[in-house]
């Protein structure tokens, strides 16, 4: 059969404050099901997925469960995700946690480029913060009082943060969804994002805390410990290789841009703003396409 070329494919990275849920499984099949797909038309296919491992969720979940530190904790959950991904038999190439020594050394890395050509820059946050989704908002994107995502209870934070500048890059993001309209999947996701979030204007990012230990910590400023979303969104392509210093491995040259990051709904947010910026930020190609699945009810 003729080699039609390179597919890679993700899933979004389990967060690992507690056990998988049908969810979870339900996109790792799905994943797994286009990966296989793919390979018999002919494709050479790349399959991520992995287990996101910082935050101060999981600093909490793991002093309620008695471990001596989160790095236990995380490493019993992971266990647990792994070992059912290969019980559902699924065809993964790589099974990445941020953790990982070579995801945590290009965070830092990534962290410190971003600083130094002014796209962070450090500052102080005032506003509501959700814990269970580990994001700051503003009271006006609250609905009625609670988290706009997860509809939990939120609460007034403040504390010196390094932030950022979301808004630079927010027309650039804007043209690429205009010419591609296959970036940001189904076209209903698309909307939201763009009435919801571009069209109001995006506020600079908070990108590291100070709450809280567990974390990966800023190399020229440890007080601060690297926002969980920076560091999580990053294994798309820490976990095939990229180097922030420009030297690749063969993976990344060969596998990127993405041709599909396949995540739930819940975060759909998260991976077509802050993460199409941060690529544009790295001087990297956008992936393919995003695709916000529905969840199992």
Avoid at 49 to 55: A, C, K
Avoid at 124 to 135: I, V
Avoid at 247 to 272: C, M, Q, S
Avoid at 280 to 295: D, S, V, Y
Wanted: hydrophobic letters at 35%; aromatic letters at 14%; proline letters at 5%.
């Amino acid at each position: 059969m003729k080699n039609k070329g390179k597919y890679y494919i993700t899933t979004a990275i389990a967060y690992t404050s507690g056990k998988p849920h049908i969810g979870n499984c339900y996109e790792i099949v799905l994943a797994d099901s286009i990966a296989r797909y793919k390979r018999k038309d002919g494709y050479d296919v790349h399959f991520l997925t992995g287990s996101d491992e910082h935050g101060q969720k999981i600093e909490t979940r793991a002093i309620e469960d008695g471990c001596a530190t989160p790095k236990e904790f995380v490493d019993k959950t992971s266990d647990v995700i792994k070992g059912l991904w290969n019980l559902l038999d699924t065809s993964y190439d790589r099974f990445i946690r941020t953790t990982d020594e070579d995801h945590e050394t290009q965070i830092k890395k990534i962290f410190k480029k971003l600083y130094d050509q002014g796209d962070i820059y450090k500052g102080a946050y005032e506003g509501m913060y959700c814990t269970e989704c580990e994001a700051f908002y503003t009271n006006s994107q609250l609905v009625d009082g609670k988290c706009p995502e997860c509809h939990g209870d939120v609460h007034p934070a403040k504390e010196e943060a390094y932030f950022f500048k979301m808004s630079k890059y927010a027309d650039r993001l804007m043209k690429h969804i205009e010419e591609h309209p296959e970036f940001i999947q189904p076209v209903a996701r698309k909307n939201e994002m763009i009435n919801n979030f571009l069209k109001p204007g995006l506020q600079d990012l908070c990108v590291s805390r100070t709450s809280f230990k567990w974390g990966i910590p800023v190399d020229f400023d440890p007080k601060h410990v690297v926002y969980v979303w920076l560091d999580a969104l990053c294994n798309y392509i820490t976990g095939i290789g990229y180097d922030a210093d420009g030297n690749h491995g063969d993976l990344y040259k060969k596998y990127w841009p993405a041709d599909l990051h396949l995540v739930g709904k819940d975060i759909i947010r998260f991976h077509t703003i802050y993460w199409p910026i941060f690529l544009m930020a790295l001087g990297e190609p956008l992936p393919k396409q995003i695709f916000g699945h529905p969840w199992l009810l």
